[in-house]
Each structure stands twice: as structure tokens, then as C-alpha cells.
């Protein structure tokens, strides 16, 4: 379904496709819980494999909930738009901004975690740090005892849109039952007018409403969204190393960006030696980028053997990367065997 002047709003409504293959959470994570489920080993490392796997994995479904929701809201907007519903219109609006706002605070969420994990050198505090994150998740999906509030889920959406607290006041004004419904649907004077809809009057407001609506589900299907994956794929990467042969907890969340080749050839292809995983080996990309201070315009990839082969245009001229298809344990740099 298009509707004139949301298209992100149109794109949420119409990705069906997206939920057949997301849809079924336990078979869409069936791969990487049988992998995990092989860490059967006592050590710290394997332990720290499956509590940050287990604290993902929450996210992970809490984030896909969300989205759902978002995207069944939008579906209900839609209609309530082509059916000139105003007073359904103005409650679903409000719905959107507080799922967008708990979207926001999910990912707020989720970048502490990403951002204290590493600091974390012992098993011990490590377990405490996961589980204290995991929290969050089962506060926003069971609504339980110490359960976030909808105003602090506003607060993070304020980081995105400064007057998200004004807006969303106006739509409560708008949604409970007193004056600002009222004048939905008579004329603003107890004991005068039409019951109809009288949004004709509330041009401003409207107008309002849709530019919310059409931001909040931009943040969801765009910035937020991206965001938020970006972190659970950090995390994922974290396991996935865990899960290698010989890993060690004390490098899990080391950081790998040792280069070489020049990129000037296909033969001379930068290359990122000791990423141990893809996310690694695309983050050393991204920072190799902002390094040299290239823009990329434009990238095409071939996969060659147990190589793909990125050919990607920058503002400077063009740039070969070479990366592994299959990560495994890598051998230890100098400095780790003289640790």
C-alpha cells in the first residue's frame, strides 16, 4: 500500500516478504543456537560465549516484536488515512510514537552493553554485566516489576526528535477522553454543532501529526533499526569468536586491524589478515575508510575461490579489498606469543 506523502510508513506496511523468512524466530535461529549449544566445555570462554548468545538472542526477538507491532500500527494508520478516520488516526499515532520510542530506548539499551562488555577482563563481572543488560529486555517485553516507563522510552526518543515530549503530550490531548477527542468529532462548544468530523479545524494538528507519523517510521524502519542491528552483529561477531577453536577470553573483544596490500590492484588488495570473523574484517574496512579519509561512492563484489573480491569507488579513485569467505581461529600475532 502507497500512501502519498509517507513513504516510509508504505514501506513498513509492505514488507511482507521480510516477515516469511523473520517470522518463525526459532527457526531462524536454530543455526546459531546449534552452534552455541556446542560450546559443552567448562571454561570461561565457552561460558561467555553463551551468556552473551542468550542476552542476544533477547534482543534480538524483543527488537523483531517491535517491529511487528510497528508494522501492524502502520497498517492500521494507513487505513485510517484512506478512510479520513481521524479520531482511530490520532490514537494509532500515538501508538507509533510510544513503539518508536521504545525502539529508541532498546537501542540506547543495547549501546551500554556494547560499549561496557569489553571492559569487562573476568568471567565474573562479565556474567554480572550480561545479566544486568538482559534485564532490560525482559522489563520491556513483560512489563514487570521495575518495568521502564513510557516517558524514559520518550526521553531516548528525544535524541532523535527534539520535540518528541511536545508531540506526544498534544496526541495524549488528542487520545484521552476530554476536550482535544471532543473536538474531533463536534465543534469545540458543549451544546453546539455537528457530530462529525471537524478536522478542518485542526489543520495545524493534523499536519503535525502526519510529520510525526512519517519521522517515527523513518527511526524505525531506517535509523533505529540499523543501529540496533549493528550492535546485535557486534555481539554475534563476540560469539562467534568464542565459539572458535582455542579462543581465549582474555581476546574475545581485542581489536584486530592489521592491513595489508596497498588496494591500488586486484592482486595488491587491502586485506584484513587477522580479522577472525566478517563483521570484524567489514568494521577494519569502515575504519581503513575514515582513516585515508576516502568517501565511497559505489562498491561491486565478486566471489573468487575462497575470496570476495570488492572493487569499491571512492571520491580518490578506486580501491581492490580482498576478504576471507571462511573465518577460523586465527594464528597469534607476535605480540600474543610473546604474552
Same mark, same amino acid.
Given at each position: 500500500m ?21 517470522g ?6 536454530k543455526?546459531?543456537?546449534q552452534?552455541?549449544?556446542s560450546?559443552?566445555?567448562a571454561?570461561d570462554?565457552?561460558?561467555?560465549g ?8 533477547d534482543?534480538?526477538h524483543?527488537?523483531l ?11 492500521g494508520?494507513?487505513?485510517a ?9 490520532? =490514537? &494509532? ?5 510510544? +513503539? ?5 530506548y532498546?537501542?540506547?539499551?543495547? %549501546?551500554? /552493553? #556494547?560499549?561496557?562488555l569489553?571492559k569487562?577482563?573476568?568471567?565474573? =563481572? &562479565?556474567?554480572?554485566?550480561?545479566e544486568? +543488560?538482559?534485564?532490560?529486555a ?6 514487570? %516489576?521495575? /518495568? #521502564? ?22 496526541l ?5 477522553p476530554?476536550?482535544?477527542?471532543n473536538r474531533l ?28 507519523i512519517?519521522?517515527?517510521a ?17 555481539i ?10 582455542g ?8 581489536v ?6 596497498d ?16 563483521h ?10 575514515a582513516?585515508?579519509?576516502l568517501t565511497?561512492?559505489?562498491r ?9 573480491y570488492d ?18 581461529a ?10
Amino acid at each position: 500500500m502507497k500512501v502519498p506523502g509517507h513513504p516510509h510508513l508504505s514501506n513498513i506496511v509492505d514488507r511482507d516478504e521480510a516477515w516469511v523468512a523473520l517470522g518463525d524466530f526459532d527457526l531462524l535461529m536454530k543455526g546459531s543456537d546449534q552452534k552455541v549449544q556446542s560450546l559443552t566445555s567448562a571454561t570461561d570462554t565457552s561460558e561467555a560465549g553463551r551468556l552473551m548468545h542468550g542476552f542476544a538472542r533477547d534482543h534480538f526477538h524483543l527488537l523483531l516484536v517491535g517491529r511487528y507491532k510497528i508494522r501492524e500500527i502502520a497498517r492500521g494508520i494507513c487505513a485510517a488515512l484512506v478512510s479520513k478516520n481521524e479520531t482511530v488516526l490520532f =490514537n &494509532l499515532a500515538r501508538s507509533l510514537v510510544e +513503539h518508536t520510542a521504545a525502539l529508541a530506548y532498546q537501542t540506547n539499551a543495547l %549501546k551500554k /552493553a #556494547v560499549n561496557e562488555l569489553p571492559k569487562k577482563a573476568d568471567i565474573k =563481572n &562479565l556474567r554480572e554485566t550480561i545479566e544486568r +543488560h538482559r534485564k532490560v529486555a525482559k522489563q520491556l517485553y513483560y512489563n514487570e %516489576k521495575g /518495568a #521502564v516507563h513510557v516517558h524514559d522510552m520518550i526521553k531516548s526518543l528525544a535524541q532523535h526528535i527534539n520535540s518528541a515530549r511536545r508531540d506526544y503530550e498534544a496526541l495524549c490531548e488528542f487520545v484521552h477522553p476530554n476536550y482535544g477527542s471532543n473536538r474531533l468529532v463536534s465543534s469545540g462548544q458543549l451544546g453546539i454543532g455537528q457530530m462529525r468530523s471537524h478536522v478542518e479545524e485542526l489543520g495545524p494538528d493534523l499536519g503535525r501529526t502526519h510529520w510525526m507519523i512519517e519521522r517515527c517510521a523513518m527511526l524505525a524502519d531506517d535509523e533505529l533499526n540499523k543501529e540496533a542491528s549493528g550492535y546485535l552483529i557486534k555481539i554475534a561477531s563476540w560469539v562467534e569468536i568464542a565459539c572458535q577453536e582455542g579462543a581465549k577470553l582474555s581476546v574475545i573483544f581485542s581489536v584486530r586491524g592489521a592491513i595489508s596490500g596497498d588496494g591500488r590492484t586486484k592482486q595488491t588488495a587491502v586485506t584484513f589478515e587477522r580479522a577472525r570473523t566478517h563483521h570484524e574484517a567489514l568494521e577494519a574496512f569502515y575504519n581503513f575508510l575514515a582513516a585515508q579519509k576516502l568517501t565511497m561512492l559505489s562498491r561491486r563484489a565478486a566471489i573468487e575461490g575462497e575470496f570476495l573480491y570488492d572493487k569499491v569507488a571512492t571520491d580518490k579513485g578506486p580501491l581492490w579489498v580482498k576478504y576471507r569467505m571462511r573465518f577460523t581461529a586465527n594464528k597469534k600475532g607476535p605480540s600474543e606469543n610473546n604474552a
